[in-house]
């Protein structure tokens, strides 16, 4: 599906949109009951395993597959987590350097338009190696850092913790799409 009404009708809000008709609670962390209370460094430093096992287990043709029409594949949800990585990069970086960073959004819609020409090993390579990148950045901070403030513009102020556990809330709520991908086709997670 390259249609991105067809995305942003059936897909599930994603936070990283700023889509008008996303129904996520108005709250910092709309996936904070992902985390659950878990160290959110644990959980982004395990997601590209979890990644690679997915593409190990459902192989190329279960790659294309999803849910119901419209939504992404298995492809495609790799894809949109290496661009939100960029996305989650960039964040990080400018709410450590500037005084009060605001947040710009983007439509994950249009940015899902050119994902037909990407591999899911692709993407994983990039989504592999932002992620140690970012977990690097994120080890070597003074634990003062973390209440660092920075301003969403639909969800008002939250701190630099608040994204890294953003970035947590958001990957296992994807990990739970795929998991769902793979037994629907009868892989079984590794
Ligand atoms: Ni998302």
Not at 57 to 72: F, I
Not at 166 to 185: C, P, S, Y
Request: hydrophobic share 40%; charged share 20%.
């Amino acid at each position: 599906m390259t249609n991105s009404k067809l995305y942003r009708r059936n897909y599930i809000p994603c936070l990283m949109s700023s889509s008008a008709d996303d129904t996520v609670p108005s709250m910092i962390n709309p996936y904070v009951e992902y985390v659950a209370g878990r160290e959110p460094l644990e959980i982004i430093a395990a997601t590209a395993g979890e990644l690679a096992s997915f593409i190990r287990t459902v192989g190329p043709e279960g790659l294309e597959q999803s849910l119901a029409p419209g939504k992404w594949s298995g492809r495609e949800i790799i894809c949109h987590l290496a661009d939100c990585e960029i996305v989650f990069a960039y964040r990080l970086r400018q709410t450590l350097a500037e005084g009060h960073h605001v947040i710009q959004p983007f439509d994950q819609d249009q940015w899902a338009a050119n994902y037909g020409v990407y591999d899911a090993p692709s993407a994983l390579a990039v989504f592999s190696s932002l992620r140690r990148w970012n977990i690097a950045l994120i080890e070597s901070l003074p634990s003062a850092a973390m209440s660092k403030k920075v301003m969403h513009p639909e969800r008002g102020e939250m701190t630099f913790r608040d994204v890294v556990e953003t970035m947590a809330g958001h990957d296992i709520n994807h990990l739970n799409q795929l998991k769902a991908i793979a037994e629907r086709i009868g892989g079984e997670e590794k």
